[in-house]
Each structure stands twice: as structure tokens, then as C-alpha cells.
């Protein structure tokens, strides 16, 4: 069998490595963010190569993968992280001509990688998303913030640069002169911003569209609603549940149809508890998090693009089930131990999913080397945290000595 080579080794990563490697696929994985890598020591993984950073040294990166052609050229080439999908669409001419290529080229990606031009789309095909304003000096931001209500979400057009910079997907802001105050902070770091309307409601009203489509149609389909995100309501998802939600499956048509898409995707809509309407949230035209659900309840998204892009066999619908869970309890847990009194999850809404049909997001007995990577990195992450903390406070306790210290000479 001709390999999948999986470029970026994150949680995402991991569920394409074991939804192709369970099913004999020769499985490569090209990583290069050693911070929250840890898919490349699964088991099903044949060869791990260490490639530069594709958003740090995209250039060096695209040379790295094509170089690798002479070992596996002809393979399956999956990005499977934001930065990994934006280099590989950019670069696809001419990585297409060493390997089969499972990605859009970048007249297509740029219009889910930009969320400006996401929403653009979503006007155009009439699909329901929140008041979107995108500022583009501090005097429009200045007009704004006096014109729309409070609260509001902060967003960035290109999510995966402003995680790498400020380690948050979006920023809440209570009043105009927070909005004002954040807006310079990430204007001065380069980066493109979206004021946008906050939909209420807790994380439950979440919906992923999971799709793969080609020719302009959706060959198979599967839904999930979320449960629960770390850190709540701006987070990422750590519980999410199997679940037809038929609301959804007309807007995530006409999205794809509308930026004429190929492949794999994943859209997430949030339903407004004022008036029950699902609104876009993000479109991902990669594998998510949680891609290892669809897999459980009967669905492999991986697989089935592996059969038509190297097999040429085309994917037909298939049915799923419902009530399968998807939990990344590491993350679920300790958000849920610091966060249960402002969300008001019970002990039994946090448990009850861990005793249903479930997968778990990365612990699996049969494959536990990324497991213990992973929480490895984690407690490193939260020492060094805790340790910086520790730092900042002897410092300002420092300072307060001394000032006590020259008033008692004075």
C-alpha cells in the first residue's frame, strides 16, 4: 500500500494515524512543534521525520517535503493542522507533483484559513452568522465600540497565528475600553481582527458538520453536538456526542458549494438561544479534534479519503450511530475542577458520559506511547507555568521590601 505521510502530530493527527493505520495503511508523520507533538510515537507510525515550523520557516519546510518524495514519493500527503493545511495549499502545484495531495489548493483554503473571508462567503450563500465588523484602523474600532452592545468577542482572521501569539483562539471584551486597548495590543503584533457579536448560550448548543464532498456534492455526512470545551465557551472541545442534527446539513452544503470545495471538511455552527437559529461559528478544511467520534460510530473520514484519493474507489453514504461520546478527559477534568461554579456543571453531568459507549481523544491501552508524551508535555507546560508565577511573584514582593525598606530609612 502506497503511505499516508501526516504533516503536524497533534490531537487531529492521532485520529488520522489510527483511523489508517487500523487499517494497514504505512503511516508517516512529518512534526515539527515539539511544545505539543505527540502523535509521532504512536505505534502505528512506520518512520517520524522532523521538518522546520511550515508558518516559522515555510520555505525550508515545503524544501523538507519535497526532498522526502525520493523515499515515499507517490503517497497520501494529510496536513492536519492550520499552519501545516495554509503551506501545503500554497505550495500544492508543486508538492502535487510528488505526491497525491489531500488539500485544497490556496484560492480555496483562503477562504476558511481568513475568517474575513469566511463570513464574506457565508453573506453570499446565505447562510446565518453573528454581526461580524472588521475594523481596519483605531478609528473604526473607535466607532464601533460606541455603536455595538456589550459584551463581544475579539476574533482573528487567522486563528492558528493568533494562538501562536497570544495562546487564546479569541478574546471576550466588556467595554470599549478594553476593545480599544486589545485592539492595539494585536494590531501591533501584525495581526487581522474581527469584532463580532457574542452568542449566548452555554457550550451544549456547539454543532459540528462533518462532510466529505466532491464534484459539488456531499458524499457522506455525520453530526455531533458538543458538551463541554477547555477553557468553556472560547475553548477547545473535550466532550462531544454523536447526534443527527439535520438543522445544520443545508448551511454546511451550501458552504462548501459555495467556496467550491473538495475533500474533507468540518464546519462548526452554534445555535442562538434568542430565536433558535444555527449561526456559523468557523469552517476547518482539515480533520478536528474530535475525528476519532466519526470513527467509532461507524464512519472513517480518513480511510475513505485514502480509498478515493489513492484507490479511486468513491466514497457512498453511510449511516452512523447516535450517543457515542468523544472525551479528552485530561483537558475536561481539570478545566471542569477550575471552572464548575461559573459554569455550573454537576459531578453527574461531568461523569455521566465516561460510563456511555465512548473514544477517548488520545488514551488508548492498544497504542499508549502518545498518551504518556502527552501528559508528559503537559506537566512540563504546567510547571514552567507555575515556575514563571513563582518568578513574578518574589519580584513584586521584592519590590515592595525595598520600598518598605528605604521608608523606614527615610
Known sequence: MKPAIIISANTGSLAVVRALGTMGVPVVIMYYDDAHDFAHVSKYVVERIKVPHPEEAETAFIDRVVEYATHHGGGLLIPTADDSVSAVAKYK??????????????????????????YVLAERVGVPYPRTLVPTSVEEVERFGSEI????????????LFHASFHHKLLLIENREALLFQYRRIAEAGLGIMIQELIPGNDTHGVNYNCYFWDGEPLVEFTSAKLRHAPPRFGYPCAVVSRHVPEVVEHGRALLRGMNYYGYANIEFKQDPRNGVYKLMEVNGRHNNSSLLA????????????????????????????????????????????????????????????????????????????????????????????????????????RRSKKILLRTKA
Not at 99 to 107: D, G, L, N, S, T
Not at 149 to 160: A, E, G, I, T
Not at 344 to 372: G, N
Open 149 to 160: 452592545d456589550y459584551p463581544v468577542l475579539l476574533k482573528p482572521s487567522h486563528s492558528h
Open 295 to 398: 470513527v467509532r460510530c461507524g464512519i472513517n473520514f480518513p480511510w475513505l479519503q485514502y480509498q478515493h484519493l489513492v484507490e479511486g474507489e468513491l466514497p457512498r453514504p453511510q449511516e452512523s450511530r447516535d450517543g457515542i461520546y468523544w472525551l479528552d478527559p485530561y483537558r475536561d477534568i481539570s478545566y471542569w475542577i477550575k471552572y464548575y461554579r461559573q459554569e455550573q456543571y454537576t459531578v453527574s453531568e461531568l461523569i455521566r458520559p465516561y460510563f456511555k459507549p465512548h473514544i477517548f481523544a488520545t488514551w488508548d491501552i492498544k497504542d499508549p506511547k502518545p498518551t504518556s508524551l502527552r501528559v508528559t508535555i503537559m506537566l512540563k507546560q504546567t510547571t514552567i507555568s507555575r515556575g514563571r508565577k513563582l518568578l513574578r511573584l518574589s519580584r513584586r514582593l521584592f
Open 93 to 118: 502545484e508543486l508538492l502535487q507533483q510528488h505526491y497525491i495531495v489531500a488539500c485544497p489548493e490556496e484560492r480555496i483554503a483562503e477562504q476558511f484559513i481568513d475568517k474575513k473571508h469566511t
